[in-house]
């Protein structure tokens, strides 16, 4: 079982930038494929970006390809989002998730463990 935290998230004028980190309790964390999802009010969650257990594959959501890199520090526990070039639609609380197999993959029903999000608010 693994627990997340995540911090980083705040006010920012559109074309800013954010980075948001995912603390991770546990000695595991290296065998967890980790995620980012996003939901913006009276929206579903919607996936991001993830990344496997080393750090060598990611994957991006469409909205987010060329502006957002994942990243992840095993040895800190962390799993990381840079968010640069933000807009006002990127607005919303962010959440990093983990889940167990290796395999990279974007439902948010796939992911077991949560954390409770971060609010990222993008003026315009």
């Known amino acids: 079982q693994v627990q997340l935290v995540e911090s980083g998230g705040g006010l920012v004028q559109a074309g800013g930038s954010l980075r948001l980190s995912c603390a991770a309790s546990g000695r595991t964390f290296s065998s967890y494929t980790m995620g980012w999802f996003r939901q913006a009010p009276g929206r579903e969650r919607e996936f991001v970006a993830a990344?496997?257990?080393?750090?060598?594959?990611?994957y991006y959501a469409n909205s987010v390809k060329g502006r957002f890199t994942i990243s992840r520090d095993n040895a800190k526990n962390t799993v990381y989002l840079q968010m640069n070039s933000l807009k006002p639609e990127d607005t919303a609380v962010y959440y990093c998730?983990?889940?167990?197999?290796?395999?990279?993959?974007?439902?948010?029903?796939?992911?077991?463990?949560w954390g409770q999000g971060t609010q990222v608010t993008v003026s315009s």
């Open positions: 998730a983990a889940r167990k197999p290796s395999t990279i993959t974007t439902p948010w029903e796939q992911y077991d463990y």
């Open positions: 990344i496997n257990r080393s750090g060598g594959s990611t």
